[in-house]
């Protein structure tokens, strides 16, 4: 097999050729104009490109993200995005070789952990990343957009501009990654030239962005991000009301929100996605059939360095538990783990548990349990209510999400 050379990419035109990576796939072609908003958020030290015999054939980026987790926690994260090789590259190991390096450079850097939305569900797994959170998406036909109860707003929802939102915005997101695991940080470069900026090319047939506020008592509680699609066939609206972030930090506010926009004229059905599986709009409904839900997979998490990484979320109270963790990938997070008071060190005790640090992975946020894992053949049970013991102390209160794809 060959050796690629992997190394951070050393200007704008290695950057254009690593970004090409994917974004050929896509039919993007980037632009200076498009290259100047990534730098601001991935830097050149981010990208990584592999290169064969001087060319460049695939590109890994990884923004430096801090995620939200158990415990109201904020950790150092990368997250891994424009990933891409060559097709006439494929299968020959590039992939492998960029994900040793990227996997290298962020644990070199102190990140714990590393993040990423998977276009293809099969790649990452053999790289150590598992499922951490599951989505929500489906759309809701105006005629059954009713909630079970009808009760009244506890405050008022007026739309405003752009630049009011990315003043009011920003706070209320950071309440979300209070309140939830699995959100990352936003820079106000990532506000401005990622969930605001609305250029007409990136609309795909639908109106421009609508920003709705929620407030209470006059203060912010929740906002609205959403589109218009319209549509008419034989006399009678077909138009779509496409949801691309929706929340109020309050269980009222979070009503008044989704009443909101379920009521609004001219949609034969409201369009959401990326909804945490306890999302209330599930339950609120008074036909929760009708919307089709459809559950995938959204973040995937990879441990980095799995003794820092346990430290910095908050547990349950409950005995000690001790991990057998095996990774392959990155071997020095290979061995015994102690996990006991919330804290996590090497030991040479017997293990409770086995695993692969995928599965850990998963477990970490909240999004699986170890005894669903246990099912799926994803953890050992060594000691008797080992599987138990590990879930009483990572039970959370709620399912991590990350509204949004990076």
């Not at 290259?35 to 050149?44: E, M």
Request: aromatic residues 10%; proline residues 6%.
């Amino acid at each position: 097999m060959t050796a690629f050379d992997v190394r951070p990419v050393a200007d704008r035109t290695e950057y254009r050729d690593a970004l090409l990576a994917i974004g050929q796939y896509f039919g993007l072609e980037p632009t200076d104009e498009d290259i100047d908003r990534f730098l601001t958020a991935l830097p050149l030290e981010r990208m990584h490109a592999a290169r064969d015999d001087g060319r460049i054939v695939g590109g890994a980026g990884a923004f430096d993200f801090h995620l939200s987790v158990p415990g109201g926690g904020d950790v150092p994260c990368a997250g891994v995005s424009l990933v891409g090789v060559y097709p006439t590259h494929r299968r020959r190991g590039v992939l492998n070789a960029m994900m040793r390096a990227q996997l290298d450079d962020a644990h070199e850097r102190g990140a714990p952990l590393a993040a990423l939305w998977a276009s293809e569900e099969t790649i990452y797994g053999r790289f150590g990343y598992g499922i951490a959170a599951w989505g929500v998406e489906g759309a809701v036909p105006h005629e059954y957009a009713a909630f079970h109860s009808r009760r009244e707003p506890t405050g008022s929802v007026r739309l405003i501009d752009t630049a009011e939102a990315l003043d009011v915005f920003p706070p209320l997101y950071d309440e979300l990654r209070r309140q939830r695991p699995g959100v990352f940080t936003r820079s106000r470069g990532w506000w401005e030239n990622r969930v605001l900026r609305d250029p007409a090319e990136r609309r795909q047939g639908a109106g421009p962005k609508r920003l709705a506020l929620h407030e209470t008592d006059g203060r912010a509680t929740g906002y609205a991000l959403y589109r218009h699609k319209f549509g008419y066939d034989g006399g009678v609206a077909t138009s779509e009301l496409i949801v691309i972030e929706a929340f109020g930090v309050t269980p009222a506010a979070d009503y008044d929100v989704w009443r909101y926009l379920l009521d609004i004229d001219w949609s034969a059905k409201v369009k959401v996605w990326m909804l945490p599986l306890d999302h209330p709009l599930v339950l609120l409904l008074g036909t929760p059939r009708r919307p089709a839900f459809r559950i995938g997979d959204t973040l995937w998490l990879r441990l980095v360095d799995v003794g820092a990484a346990l430290n910095a979320r908050a547990y349950r109270d409950g005995p000690p538990v001790v991990f057998e963790l095996r990774d392959v990938f990155c071997k020095w997070n290979d061995g015994r783990w102690k996990l006991t008071d919330g804290r996590a060190e090497r030991t040479d005790e017997d293990p409770d548990v086995r695993c692969d640090v995928d599965a850990l992975g998963s477990a970490y946020l909240g999004g699986a349990t170890f005894a669903q894992l246990e099912r799926s053949l994803r953890v050992e049970e060594a000691r008797e209510g080992g599987v138990a013991r590990a879930d009483d102390l990572f039970r959370t209160g709620v399912h991590p999400w990350c509204p949004e794809i990076f």
